[in-house]
């Protein structure tokens, strides 16, 4: 090998000995740039692949495990959206009807008023309905929410096809 070596002027040689007894004497690897591989190394490389495809596919079981779980869960949440459009629904007809009974006590409004008087009254109804609409959503998430469907129907007197 040293003559092999001076013949190709020193440049580096890779020698992959795959055969078993190994046909190639272990001490050519001492020799500057002669790199030897053998069998047990190509397996070294193979195992660390492997562990690292084992580790990967574990890696994406788990990216798997919890999409599936967020798409469980929003599809839960979707049961109660029916809920969530009557109780909206239910809450601006009752900011719609009040508004305009105060509208003719109020008298002439200007443009940014009555901008403001919606702002504000749309405000107050989303706050009210917030509660309500988190914990539909979240006993949705959860399991079966039929119980705060059922809840939230009757203090807002909804109707019953929610």
Known sequence: MKLVMKARRNKPVFIVDIAVPRNVEPSVNEIDNVFLYDIDDLQ???????????AAAEHAARIIEEEVHWLESRMKEREVSPAIVSLQGKL??????????F????????ATQEEALEA??????NKIAHGA???LRR???QGD????????????????NT
């Open 44 to 54: 070294k490389v193979v195992d660390r692949n492997v562990r690292g495809r084992e």
């Open 139 to 141: 006993q949705g998430a």
């Open 92 to 101: 601006e007809e009752v900011r719609a009807a009040e508004l305009e009974r």
């Open 103 to 110: 509208r003719t006590k109020l008298g002439p409004l200007s």
């Open 145 to 160: 929410p039929t119980v705060s469907i059922e809840m939230i129907r009757r203090i807002f007197r909804l109707e019953s």
């Open 120 to 125: 504000l009254t749309r405000g107050i109804i």
């Open 133 to 135: 609409i988190s914990e």
